[in-house]
């Protein structure tokens, strides 16, 4: 049995992240599956290309057959061309790497491994539909990724847009954490691309105040 490693990206192009949601989720499928990571990689890169990531490329060159290496989701391991993006991927799988994305089941590689195994006991047609059908899954779920940030991105974007004609809040006030503000912050807890200063200027509160309302949606807590 190989061993365990853990991959953390954040994309050069989005201020205010963090590694947080990355690290629950890492957190909980280690604990979930009862394993540990041997070396826990991460660095703050776009996902571009996988050459001018130093980190992954360290990773890339310590894989062994059986080794495990686990994402949050694809868009980690790559997000630039689709078809550099499979290539990487059909490489892991020539060497016996076994891929994990959590948040992307069906690009898991034991997963994709079998659907090749059985294809490759079918003619050549069948075998070479299969192959596409693998590199057509790779990029339904990068867009899939792509479009949810995308949306994510223009809801506080119009969420600022609106504020922005509010009257009779000062600049920092605010009662009482309202629904949207509660629905807000827990997209910011389950998605990397929501900042903390997009929520700032969508509801006009000073970061000590979003602050203490983001620990109360976290205990469960309400006002």
Known sequence: MGNYYSYKRLSTDQKHQSYNRQDKALHKYAVEHKISFLIEFAEEKSGKNFSDRSEFMKLDRILQTDDTVVFKDLYLFTRGEVESGYQKYMEWLDRGIHMVFIDNPVMCSDYIRQMLRTAAEQDIVTRTAMEGTVKLLMIVELD??????????????????????RSGRKPGQLDKLTDTLQRDIMLYLSDRSVSQTSLMKKHGVSRNTLKKYIAIVQKGKSV
């Open 144 to 165: 899939r990724g792509q479009q949810q940030r995308l949306y994510i991105s223009q809801s506080i974007k119009d969420g600022i847009h609106a504020s922005n004609k």
